[in-house]
């Protein structure tokens, strides 16, 4: 993903046409049918990732490296507009957040929740490279209930975030299955027991977090596994709780893709409108599941 606030897609293109040599090959893919339909406009399509990250462009946060597929959910689903305030949560090392602010030139206010210090150690890196200024990070359990109210209370803060955000993004710890062309062993390291697991941690996560955003908000639920128990029956358990008020949003894959597949001779396969499923074989990219829920109007 080019960095727009810092460099132009075609300043960066030639800069590493001229720096990122790859004996052999031609590193940059030659499907340019996907930037005509302006799927991936703000995206150079690199087929070998050796080397890329020691250069100096890199370093300078001038691009970031991200799967097509994890940009989908971002991009056409929460739809990040300038003003907004947007929670995200499980978000280091921060590919997402710096998606949303680099759609929003930077003017929407992102709170980054992340349980884990070593990946917000990460993110805080990766915040500084790319130079962002309206992400802040906090360390937080989201699967536990009032976690934002807790850290207002620990850090004498005044004020309240019930009902303060317009959309929440959840980037949901899963199994990781869509992941498999890259990360080959993780279909053997888990087992039903896990998938469960993954499952209820999701839920506490929406949980906990519905308070959170506006009535008329949306959450946007994603993983990188295609596991329906992780994905479509956790959702449907979920919008079955209607004390939260949230209802399943009726979601598609967006016109513009359907054009890209159509021109591909893809089919889409046959799904529910309470979801979208991202199958491997759309761009040669990973796997991914999106569901969007939305807050009632009392």
Known sequence: MVCRNRISKKDLLRILQKNFKCPGENIFSMDR??????????????????????????RDGYFSIQDFTSQIPVKFFLNPQKGERILDLCGAPGGKAALMSEATS??????SIDISTERLNLFKENIRRLGLKNIFLLKADAGRNGYLDDYMKNNKKTGSFIDYFDKVFVDAPCSSFGTISKNPDVKYNRDFNDLRSYSERSLKIISSSARYVKPGGIIVFYTCTLSSIENQDMIRKFAGRNSLNLRLRNVS???????????KKVNLPNCSN??????????????????VLEKKIH
């Open 33 to 58: 049918s996907v930037n005509k339909a302006k799927l991936f406009e703000n995206c150079i399509f690199i087929k070998n990732l050796q080397g890329l990250y020691d250069l100096d462009a890199f």
């Open 106 to 111: 930077g003017s929407c206010e992102i709170i």
């Open 253 to 263: 894959a967006p016109r513009i893709m359907k054009k890209y597949l159509e021109e």
């Open 274 to 291: 309470d979801y979208f499923e991202v199958l491997p074989y759309f761009f040669n990219s990973e796997a991914g599941f999106m569901a």
